[in-house]
């Protein structure tokens, strides 16, 4: 599975387009930019592992995934951890049970304050891959 994401200019957010070649490499590439907004090389991180798992239900496939890395960005701040890795149990245009892997870090370069509804809508385009706009609040 690829995908890839890309960050655009947006005044005080951050804007990140990311693209998938199904819906599980897209929300796989929203943690790692979400990781990569957050500047922690992961190179250079040597704290402790952590893992939680998310099991979340949404009204569309939008919301899904505005949740999920909402979710993703609660654990960021509860555990001070970085998540880069995603294994899903489950994936749904409405529903997902995924556990997500990451290590504990001493702080961030940049700090998210949330993930943001604002222009986003996940949509499958004419070549097969999925895309969505994920802005967030920084």
Same mark, same amino acid.
């Given at each position: 599975?690829?995908?890839?994401? =890309? ?42 592992? $952590?893992?939680? =798992? ?6 569309? =496939? =939008? ?61 499958? $385009? ?13």
């Amino acid at each position: 599975m690829a995908g890839s994401f =890309t960050f655009m200019d947006h005044t005080a957010d951050r804007r990140l387009k990311v693209k998938g070649d199904d819906l599980e490499s897209l929300f796989i590439e929203g943690v790692k930019g979400l990781a990569y907004l957050l500047q922690v090389d992961m190179q250079k991180i040597h704290g402790a592992s $952590v893992k939680r =798992t998310i099991d979340i239900e949404a009204p569309d =496939t =939008t919301s899904l995934l505005i949740d999920f890395l909402s979710e993703v960005l609660t654990y960021t701040h509860i555990d001070k951890s970085v998540y880069e890795k995603v294994q899903f149990e489950f994936l749904e245009p409405r529903h997902l049970k995924a556990r997500i892997f990451g290590h504990r870090v001493e702080g961030f370069a940049e700090e998210v304050k949330a993930v943001t509804y604002h222009e986003a809508e996940v949509s499958q $385009v004419e070549n097969g891959t999925w895309e969505s706009m994920v802005i967030f609040d920084i």
